[in-house]
Nanobody, 128 residues
């Protein structure tokens, strides 16, 4: 079974940085998309960023462009989300998810329904 382990959340002051990790295991396909999502209290889950294992193609939500960077270490089957210039509005539980082939089109990679497997989430709290 595919398993995703998200880690790296914590409490940080506004303007600070955190790096989240998502370790994937148990997959059989040679390629996948990993997406990061977040859900704040009382809000819907929203797509933050995604990356494809093979060509490292990335996508970002407008709200995080220029502040967050997604990357992958394929040898470790781990995807990272480097979050800089954090704002209180970034406070949420962050989840990583995996989409196996056939992939969702680029326009749907921010849609939670496009992903097949989910990690347990890691809490990010940004204080003002």
């Amino acid at each position: 079974d595919v398993q995703l382990q998200a880690s790296g959340g914590g409490l940080v002051q506004a303007g600070g940085s955190l790096r989240l990790s998502c370790a994937a295991s148990g997959f059989t396909d040679s390629d996948y998309d990993i997406g990061w999502f977040r859900q704040a209290p009382g809000k819907e889950r929203e797509g933050v960023s995604s990356i494809r294992r093979s060509d490292r193609h990335t996508l970002y939500a407008d709200s995080v462009k220029g502040r967050f960077t997604i990357s992958t270490n394929n040898a470790k089957n781990t995807v990272y989300l480097e979050m800089n210039s954090l704002e209180p509005e970034d406070t949420a539980i962050y989840y990583c998810a995996l989409d196996s082939p056939p992939f969702a089109i680029a326009g749907n990679r921010g849609n939670p329904g496009s992903y097949d497997y989910w990690g347990q989430g890691t809490l990010v709290t940004v204080s003002s």
